[in-house]
């Protein structure tokens, strides 16, 4: 059984994408925090724009990988389903003010799930942080379960909740970026 990082026998290419993605994260979970009452309703504009532009960071780490990696796959998948909802909801901004809570939860549940399924991986090839990127996979899922099952808790317990899954995302990709930067540096020895 293949998993996502048996083919890297060279660099990995544009680790920083994973990189600026988190940094892109954790700033937007910043700035949820930061200003929870305005943040409903410029969430879904900002969340919106977000997917658009981490849909293509996304399609552009996978296909420049596509050689390297053998789960490339998945994340053109991500990246695919990043930027078509932010086309939609950018197109729809009624739509997405309305369906907020159920596209955040969905997303956060795919990304929490990959998450876990990029940490396996990572424990495959002898990373010492696997755990941790279980973990923020994890509490991605169960913030998303927990927008699921209260959508009508009110707009600030979505920002924050919100919030700490992009937060944990976040760290998520950061620590990914540095992993993929030591097997990048590791093949090219």
């Not at 996502?4 to 910043?30: E, P, Q, T």
């Not at 919100?162 to 944990?168: I, N, R, S, V």
């Amino acid at each position: 059984m293949e998993t996502l990082f048996d083919k890297v026998n060279h660099a990995v290419k544009n680790w920083w994408l994973s990189l600026l993605l988190g940094i892109l994260y954790v700033a937007f979970a910043i700035f949820l925090m930061v200003k929870p009452f305005e943040s409903y309703a410029a969430l879904s504009i900002f969340f919106s724009c977000f997917m658009f532009v981490t849909g293509i960071f996304e399609i552009s780490f996978a296909i420049t990988n596509k050689s390297n990696l053998s789960g490339w796959g998945w994340y053109l998948a991500g990246g695919i389903l990043d930027l078509l909802i932010g086309i939609i909801l950018v197109c729809l901004p009624v739509i997405s003010m309305m369906m907020i809570p159920f596209i955040v939860a969905f997303w956060l549940m795919f990304r929490g799930f990959s998450a876990i399924g990029f940490s396996v991986d990572l424990q495959h090839l002898g990373s010492g942080n696997w755990g941790w990127y279980l973990v923020f996979g994890i509490l991605a899922v169960i913030c998303s379960f927990l927008i699921i099952w209260r959508p009508e808790a009110g707009a600030l317990t979505l920002v924050f909740v919100t919030a700490f899954a992009f937060l944990f995302m976040g760290v998520f990709r950061i620590m990914l970026s540095i992993d993929l930067k030591k097997l990048k540096n590791k093949t090219e020895e």
